[in-house]
């Protein structure tokens, strides 16, 4: 079992930058790869970045390319993502997400996650 905790939320202007964190807790030794994922109302959970647990293999949605930065700290056990350039369009509730299925890489596809987060809600007026 792995517990997870995002922080971070807001309400933020257009431009803006914006940091949230996901820490981490329990059996935390068993998680491969680690992701962000965000959803609206209406609409399907989805990928915004994901990153290996044991190797710095990293991917990013397109439509965060450049903005949004993925980090993960082992000793720590936590996961942040940096948005920066935030736009309206990034209004949703975002989600961390861990997987504990052994690869060496990480892991694209909402039902390869095995734990999430509550979920925080990130906001951004024009």
């Known amino acids: 079992q792995v517990d997870l905790v995002e922080s971070g939320g807001g309400l933020v202007q257009a431009g803006a930058s914006r940091r949230l964190s996901c820490v981490a807790s329990?059996?935390?030794?068993?998680?491969?790869?680690a992701g962000w994922f965000r959803q609206v109302p209406g609409k399907a959970r989805e990928l915004v970045a994901t990153?290996?647990?044991?190797?710095?293999?990293?991917y990013y949605a397109e439509f965060v390319q450049g903005r949004f930065t993925i980090a993960r700290d082992n000793e720590q056990n936590t996961l942040d993502l940096q948005m920066d350039g935030l736009k309206p369009d990034d209004t949703a509730v975002y989600y961390c997400a861990v997987g504990v299925r052994p690869t060496t890489t990480y892991r694209s596809g909402k039902d390869d996650y095995d734990y999430w987060g509550q979920g925080t809600q990130v906001t951004v007026s024009s």
């Open positions: 990153i290996s647990w044991i190797n710095p293999h990293r």
């Open positions: 329990g059996h935390t030794n068993s998680i491969y790869y």
